[in-house]
């Protein structure tokens, strides 16, 4: 390969190393090219690409290897199947409560665990698959200028009479004695494939006429919006550039948006379903959800903003009703409708203090679930809040602790002082509610002092409830304008190279004897009608069939 | 009448149009041979026939379409049902548009089956207007499933042209190694095309006749801090249970043939939604579609895809491949549009992000990759004709597995679309 090679046309031209057709006038220089009497080879028109280098360094090499489109083809498939393998089990991504490490195992057996021990089950977030997308990106750019840049010099320096060559052996092929005068009639094709809207350039009795040349840089366009969008996929990991969080407000009250200056209200959400006589037979009785709604005003903060004891200095800048399919929008800010809780959780209670022995009661005394006061005066007594636990767990060590910061099961453990009980007080714990009094034995932990005093609800007004909290997504995705941007270029180009066709009809007269040759780059089937009716008009009745000269066989 | 059940007349004449649009095709292509007058004229008159019957369908399909959203409020994409009928009218679209440029009869001899068999297998989903939950009240299910069905379409009347192409070059005659893979290869395409046939024909048969079987089912779940929980569900089959659910007791069941209990027990592994119904349902289309193949095999006398090439000589196979392909490369752009970039806007609006590697977006980013592979190879010598084809035909399955097969195989976000 390495030897010398001489790639002088017989036309003159000097050809670079690897070209299958003469760059001037299309003879088959490559010798199985010339051998073969198969249509040509029509690739970038024939041109040597940069991949085709007599010397190649390692550089060269690397090039070489992502300058192929079998190569890409490869890595598309490889790619392919590596994302089927990530849908046959639930990613981990997708959902929230489990711990991977036995949820695998315990739901599919031992095809689980091993699909989590090799990492399928965070498939598209693994150094391989970002890899494979890595390489499709190189691919996609070095296939391109591989390409792209000879076939641009190829095309912008056409010779009008090509080689006979060249012309007998294109897929659409015409050639005939002629009746009449040879200038005329080619006169008379010039006109009718003007009409047909083809640019044409005539020298003498050879002609080339060419239309939609720029629908040969549709992939090219294409292949640049999906690396813009590739880039832009990658830009989404600078942190500053994008954030996503959750926010649980609850109805009528303000919360912090975590590491923001903003601030967000709900002053009413809604969740409504619809009625029996709306939905069909076999729905009814469902609920069956019409509008999830929260009414939010965005603020921004100035002043006061992170300390929780200071009352921060708000300014409205947005209200807007969040819709599932309508985001509020401010400034590159997105908040989304996400989800809600309105399973009751406590928010207040009003408890007395009962000394059992004597039927004598002191308080009541406000305890809040959030922010509780820490001493509480009840007659002769006090109590000290020694603890609290908004969602009371005893953990797999019997320790108790706590599972969130939602109340829903909150427990609280006082220092009982007064008179006739130890100097330094007697713990108490309190559960408000009922259900967790009996399910974690309150009376039990209590012992002897439980026997004594009670601490409880005596009626229902005396609890309230908090309001219905809806979850809002927050989300900065500064890279999106240049995601839309990349997915735009890309399908411009898409358009371009599918939806029009290069098309290029050349034609010479030797002695009255017409050679007609025409290229397209797709729809073979166009081409020769196109001619077919082109020769019609000037007198020449063919079959679009006839025209054909094979080579679409396998 | 209201406007929706005006709409499913209109469906039903839709459905019985495609149904002789098809015959009057088959009379075009095979009468040919019978004929008295010139083969050349006969298929031309009955191949207008047949088209002018499938164009009457199309427009009776468009009737249906438009007053079930005037009836409806809501576009009638939202659903399997709208969603597979929605999907027939486009490939009608889509074979209108290819036959437009191609005017081959024999392009509706094989695309008219396969909207029919795609319009009565939506037939088989529930088919009441259902409001829509919040996720799908946008404009862009309008704008996104349209698209996407389209282009998926195009795909379809790829499909239809690569079979074309593979039974009109396999020699069925011929004891050729290779030639005997590839017979056995275009046998089975048509094997399950009839195992489908026979699905959806076992759901009506059953439900006409009012089969009902009910188990209950008991279920034992470990919670993630150690307690055991027992969950007994009631399971309701509308075929002859020859599996029944695991671990399941039957509260009632009618006989069928005699039989008056469930033969089989489904293995403790299948976990999914309804998987033993499922497993049912499969087992019974694979057993009608069995009795059926070789019901035809008896009546034709030989293979299904050796009667088919019969009729298919005087077809000239580079028109079938490049129909094939243009018809895909007519597609892939508007699948592009709608099935990624459309899907990806509406997922930001929707989901808060523009992609999320749901199974539904991961299939439809499996179909683009493929059908990018098929573009790609298509540039490169001895891509063409038959593993042209042969792509082009297990592209559809794919296609179809992202359509259908995610939804009731694999759980994810576009669950809403169920069944």
């Given at each position: 390969m390495l030897s010398f090679e001489n790639t002088k046309c017989e036309c003159g031209h000097q050809n670079p190393v690897g070209t299958v057709l003469c760059e001037s006038c299309g003879k088959p220089l490559e010798a199985s090219e010339a051998a073969s009497d198969m249509p040509l080879e029509m690739r970038y028109d024939g041109v040597a690409r940069r991949s085709q280098k007599s010397n190649p360094t390692i550089i060269d090499r690397v090039w070489n290897f992502f300058s192929s489109v079998k190569i890409a083809v490869r890595i598309i498939i490889i790619t392919l199947l590596a994302a089927i393998v990530g849908t046959i089990f639930t990613q981990e991504n997708a959902f929230v409560s489990f711990d991977p490490a036995t949820y695998y195992e315990e739901k599919y057996g031992w095809i689980g665990k091993w699909y989590y021990k090799l990492g399928l089950s965070n498939t598209y977030e693994?150094?391989?698959?970002?890899g494979l997308l890595v390489m499709i990106g190189t691919s996609l750019v070095i296939c391109s200028l591989d390409r792209v840049l000879p076939l641009y010099r190829a095309l912008s320096k056409q010779q009008i009479r090509k080689h006979l060559q060249f012309i007998n052996r294109q897929k659409t092929v015409y050639s005939a004695e002629l009746k009449n005068d040879p200038e005329a009639w080619i006169g008379q094709m010039e006109e009718q494939l003007k009409r047909k809207r083809y640019r044409v350039h005539r020298d003498g009795t050879a002609l080339l006429a060419e239309k939609a040349r720029f629908s040969r840089w549709g992939p090219y366009i294409n292949h640049i919006g999906l690396i813009v969008f590739l880039l832009a996929v990658l830009l989404r990991t600078i942190p500053s550039w994008s954030m996503d969080n959750y926010v649980s407000v609850p109805e009528g009250e303000i919360v912090q948006i975590p590491k923001t200056n903003y601030f967000i209200k709900n002053e009413k959400f809604t969740v409504d379903y619809y009625k029996d006589e709306e939905l069909p037979e076999e729905l009814k009785g469902t609920n069956r959800a019409k509008l999830y709604e929260t009414k939010a005003v965005l603020y921004t903060c100035s002043e006061n903003c992170d300390d929780p004891l200071l009352e921060p200095k708000l300014e409205e800048v947005k209200q807007h009703d969040i819709l599932v399919n309508h985001p509020l929008s401010y400034q590159g800010l997105k908040v989304y409708q996400f989800g809600y809780d309105d399973t009751p959780k406590l928010k207040a209670v009003k408890p007395v203090l009962i000394d059992k022995e004597t039927g004598q009661t002191y308080g009541p005394f406000d305890l809040t679930m959030r922010d509780p006061e820490l001493n509480y005066k009840l007659g002769p007594y006090t109590l000290e809040l020694k603890t609290k636990y908004m969602d009371f767990v005893i953990d797999s060590a019997g320790e108790p602790g706590t599972q969130s910061r939602e109340p829903n099961a909150p427990a609280f453990i006082f220092l009982l002082k007064g008179p006739d009980l130890p100097e330094g007080g007697v713990p108490y714990m309190y559960f408000p509610k009922q259900n967790d009094k009996v399910r974690f034995s309150q009376d039990a932990i209590n012992g002897d002092i439980g026997k004594r005093f009670e601490i409880k609800v005596p009626k229902m007004e005396d609890v309230t409830f908090a309001a219905v909290v809806s979850t809002l997504n927050v989300r900065v995705d500064k890279a999106m304008p240049y995601i839309w941007v990349g997915a735009g270029i890309s399908m411009f180009g898409l358009l371009l190279g599918s939806y029009w066709q290069h098309r290029r009809i050349w034609l010479r007269v030797d002695n009255g004897r017409v050679s007609l040759g025409a290229h397209t780059n797709k729809n073979n089937y166009g081409m020769r009608a196109e001619v077919a009716a082109v020769l019609h008009k000037t007198g020449i009745d063919v079959e679009p069939k006839s025209l054909d000269n094979g080579g679409n066989k396998s | 009448m209201s406007l929706v059940d005006f709409s499913s007349d209109a469906f039903i004449v839709a459905f019985f149009l495609y149904c002789f649009g098809f015959l009057f095709y088959g009379v075009a292509i095979i009468g040919r041979k019978f004929s008295n007058r010139n083969s050349e004229d006969h298929l031309r008159r009955w191949g207008r026939i047949a088209f002018i019957t499938s164009l009457l369908g199309f427009a009776a399909h468009l009737t249906f379409f438009f007053t079930r959203w005037a009836g409806g409020g809501h576009i009638p994409t939202s659903n399997m049902y709208e969603f597979m009928t929605f999907l027939a009218m486009m490939v009608m679209l889509a074979f209108i548009v290819v036959y437009a440029i191609y005017r081959k009869p024999m392009l509706g001899f094989f695309t008219l089956p396969l909207v029919v068999i795609i319009v009565a297998f939506a037939a088989v989903f529930p088919q009441e207007v259902q409001p829509l939950i919040p996720p799908l009240q946008s404009i862009w299910l309008k704008i996104h499933v349209t698209t996407a069905a389209l282009g998926e379409a195009f795909f379809a009347v790829g499909f239809a042209a690569g079979l074309m192409y593979l039974l009109r070059v396999v020699d069925?005659?011929?004891?050729?190694?290779?030639?005997?893979?590839?017979?056995?290869?275009?046998?089975?395409?048509?094997?399950?095309?009839?195992?489908?046939?026979?699905f959806i024909g076992s759901v009506f048969s059953f439900r006409g006749m009012g089969y009902e079987a009910h188990f209950i089912q008991e279920t034992v779940s470990i919670s993630s801090q150690g307690v055991e929980s027992t969950k007994t569900d009631e399971v309701s089959y509308?075929?002859?249970?020859?599996?029944?659910?695991?671990?399941?007791?039957?509260?009632?069941?009618?006989?069928?043939l005699g039989v008056k209990e469930p033969l089989f027990e489904t293995p403790s592994w299948m976990k999914g939604v309804d998987a033993a119904r499922k497993l049912n349902t499969i087992v019974w289309s694979i057993i009608n579609g069995t009795i059926l193949y070789g019901l035809i095999r008896l009546v034709l006398r030989r293979r299904i895809g050796a009667a088919v090439h019969s009729v298919m000589d005087g077809v000239d196979p580079d028109d079938l491949d490049e129909i094939s392909y243009r018809a895909i490369a007519i597609g892939y752009p508007i699948f592009t549009l709608g099935a990624l970039i459309f899907a990806m806007i509406w997922a930001y609006i929707a989901w808060s992000r523009f992609w999320g590697w749901d199974p539904k977006e991961v299939w439809a980013l499996i179909t683009w990759l493929y059908y990018t592979a098929y573009l790609h190879l298509r540039l490169s010598r001895g891509w063409h004709g038959r593993k042209s084809a042969w792509i082009a035909v297990v592209g559809f399955v794919v296609v179809m597995f992202t359509l259908i097969g995610v939804n009731l195989v694999l759980v994810g976000l576009h669950s809403y679309a169920g069944v």
């Open positions: 693994s150094w391989w698959f970002i | 069925f005659n011929s004891q050729e190694k290779s030639m005997r893979l590839q017979q056995r290869w275009v046998e089975f395409t048509l094997y399950v095309v009839v195992i489908i046939i026979a509308s075929m002859p249970p020859i599996f029944k659910p695991y671990n399941s007791q039957v509260q009632s069941m009618d006989t069928f």
